[in-house]
């Protein structure tokens, strides 16, 4: 019964505050295919092979070797984000801190989990501090002759 009465206050809200409804509209877009994530992306994987690692299949890799790969994708994808990226937490508070949240928190910044129920402020522990870019320096992307967008391009030794 509580979502239903959170649905329906959210609706309300919505409908008539243009502001919280621009909050509820950017916490609800699907993320787009092209722009700067995609960029991020490919620095990942030119810097780091991210995209490489993941696509492995690790079953038949003993431990070591995994651990031995990790470290290089580390160090590789770390500097990637170090160069291109300012990152800082959303809260500059320690995992595990009591907090209140207010009726006016950003929802793309801030996700309650757990039982949220009756109204705000709800006071919780926190289990993530998240994370923002505060500023990025990203290079632009070589556009694809067709539509997709290429993350690393195929490398051939000649």
């Not at 649905?7 to 309300?12: G, K, L, T, V």
């Amino acid at each position: 019964m509580n979502r239903f009465l959170l649905s329906f206050r959210a609706f309300w809200d919505v409908l008539t505050d243009r502001e919280r409804a621009d909050r509820v509209a950017l916490a609800l877009e699907p993320p787009t295919a092209a722009g700067p994530d995609l960029r991020i992306l490919a620095l990942l994987q030119r810097d780091g092979r991210l995209i490489d690692f993941l696509q492995e299949d690790l079953e038949g890799f003993p431990d070591d070797q995994i651990g031995a790969a990790v470290r290089d994708i580390h160090r590789g994808c770390r500097k990637a984000l170090a160069e291109y990226l300012d990152i800082q937490p959303v809260l500059a508070r320690e995992e595990g801190d009591s907090l209140s949240v207010d009726a006016e928190f950003d929802p793309a910044a801030i996700r309650l989990l757990g039982n949220v129920s009756g109204n705000p402020p709800y006071q919780g522990t926190l289990k993530h501090h998240g994370w923002r870019v505060t500023a990025a320096r990203l290079p632009n992307i070589p556009a694809a002759r067709d539509e997709s967008t290429v993350l690393a391009p195929a490398e051939i030794e000649v």
